[in-house]
T-cell receptor
């Protein structure tokens, strides 16, 4: 069964600190993995996309890693800001269907305190 | 900022009412999607469309229906709302499937009393 598991479920950090969010997946055959940021009451916004051959990709203070062998990804946030408070969702796409179906994790709820 | 819009943003209605959630995009995307999301849970695909006059049901069974008469417009209708329909509904669009990014609207928070 294709699944995406994220940890931790929630996380509280102080402003300026770094943090790392984890994503494990069983989706096969794998196409790509995205990290989305979803602010409360808003739709998700894509932060990074990684394909099978990519190990690391950065977008400002966000750095995503991918280990396609162990089927694990992480999202590292550097020097956190209050605006980073949001849910971070790991989304994996398969290439085994015409639709290129997306499998969503439940997200990690990050809260940044001043 | 994605050019995809949803109205209303919030809706509180009584049981048995018919409602339509609007979704429009100005990016010319052929593919459009409706997702349902409960608090702390993953998004579930309930409907998708490959293009005009094309609609398909998603993974999660839903009593809602959709139509795609125009490329830019993908409304979702509930003929008779029930409290079990209370949820957040997110509309998305993409240029293609799979590796193509899906752009999400801001969502409609529906509460059925």
């Amino acid at each position: 069964k294709n699944q995406v598991e994220q940890s931790p479920q929630s996380l509280i950090i102080l402003e300026g600190k770094n943090c790392t969010l984890q994503c494990n997946y069983t989706v096969s055959p794998f196409s790509n993995l995205r990290w989305y940021k979803q602010d409360t009451g808003r739709g998700p916004v894509s932060l990074t996309i990684m394909t099978f051959s990519e190990n690391t990709k950065s977008n400002g203070r966000y750095t995503a890693t991918l280990d396609a062998d162990t089927k694990q990804s992480s999202l590292h946030i550097t020097a956190s800001q209050l605006s980073d408070s949001a849910s971070y969702i790991c989304v994996v796409s398969d290439r085994g269907s015409t639709l290129g179906r997306l499998y969503f994790g439940r997200g990690t709820q990050l809260t940044v305190w001043p | 900022e994605a050019d995809i819009y949803q109205t209303p943003r919030y809706l509180v209605i009584g049981t048995g009412k018919k409602i339509t959630l609007e979704c429009s995009q100005t990016m010319g995307h052929d593919k459009m999607y409706w997702y349902q999301q409960d608090p702390g849970m993953e998004l579930h695909l309930i409907h998708y469309s490959y293009g005009v006059n094309s609609t398909e049901k998603g993974d999660l069974s839903s009593e809602s229906t959709v139509s795609r008469i125009r490329t830019e417009h993908f409304p979702l209708t509930l003929e008779s709302a029930r409290p079990s329909h209370t949820s957040q509904y997110l509309c998305a669009s993409s240029h293609g499937h799979g590796s193509y990014e899906q752009y999400f609207g801001p969502g409609t928070r529906l509460t059925v009393t």
